[in-house]
């Protein structure tokens, strides 16, 4: 009987507004004291913020971000990718594409540092690195399965995956399945992938692979302009 009121409720609070007020998507959280405002992710989300402190953010950033980046924050980022960045709709995907030096992984690292400081659940990975994991997954010795690494890929609040199509080598099929199958999950879960390219996506469905290219079109897509940073930087006078 219980069950049925259970389930009445639930129908009831489907009818009657059930999306969580903060981020618009997520279903109203459900617990002891009543259907709350928020979903759990955003609830989550909320009291990780209010639990972490300032050495909790430097480590993490410094887990996620390599030296050269740790400075990055929103405001060193010219203000047309900002006013872009400002437009990004709930779950959706970045791409952000541009020749090398044009500060992709310097506009990666803003914002996870960003995010993390908001208390949301960040992880990175260059795709070189996430192929060689997935490749080290076929070995006997495993510690790890496909399965376990992409099922934290695939439900962590945002992932950034760095250098997407840089070799010209093309990869085996599994590792396109496997990442087609973390893109489009998230997606599914309303969960924003960043990704960074120097290729567009039109070139990435030529020389990369076309069903991860035509997932990206629902993305946010920044282009990264100007001179090679790393070049304009160096002194050789
Ligand atoms: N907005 C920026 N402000 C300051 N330095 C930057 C900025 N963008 C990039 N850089 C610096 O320029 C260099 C190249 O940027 P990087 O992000 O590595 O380029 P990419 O990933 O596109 O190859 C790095 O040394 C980086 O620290
Ligand atoms: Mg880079
Ligand atoms: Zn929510």
Not at 67 to 83: N, R, S, V
Not at 100 to 124: D, F, N, P, S, W
Not at 222 to 232: F, L, P, S, V
């Amino acid at each position: 009987m219980e069950a049925i009121a259970e389930v009445a409720q639930e129908v009831m609070s489907l009818i009657l507004g059930s999306r969580c007020e903060n981020c618009g998507f997520g279903y109203r959280h459900r617990d002891s004291s009543g259907l709350r405002k928020w979903c759990l992710r955003c609830i989550d989300v909320y009291n990780r913020r209010q639990q972490l402190s300032e050495y909790q953010i430097g480590k993490k950033i410094m887990e996620l971000v390599e030296p050269l980046y740790y400075e990055a924050t929103i405001e060193t980022l010219e203000q047309d990718i900002q006013d872009k960045l400002s437009e990004l709709k709930p779950g959706q995907d970045v791409f952000m594409f541009g020749p090398i030096g044009t500060g992709k992984t310097h506009g990666m690292a803003a914002q996870i540092r960003k995010y993390v400081c908001e208390g949301y659940l960040c992880e990175r990975i260059n795709f070189d690195s996430f192929c060689v994991k997935v490749r080290s997954t076929f070995a006997p010795a495993a510690k790890e399965t496909a399965w376990e690494l992409t099922e934290e890929l695939k439900n962590v609040d945002k992932l950034f995956i760095d250098d997407l199509g840089l070799r010209s080598n093309p990869e085996s099929q599994f590792v396109y399945d496997t990442f087609y199958d973390i893109l489009n999950k998230r997606q599914e879960r309303i969960l924003p992938t960043f990704i960074s390219s120097n290729k567009n996506i039109a070139q990435l469905g030529q020389t990369f692979d076309a069903r991860i290219a035509s997932r990206l079109h629902t993305a946010l897509v920044i282009e990264m302009k100007g001179k090679d940073r790393r070049i304009a930087g160096a002194n050789y006078e």
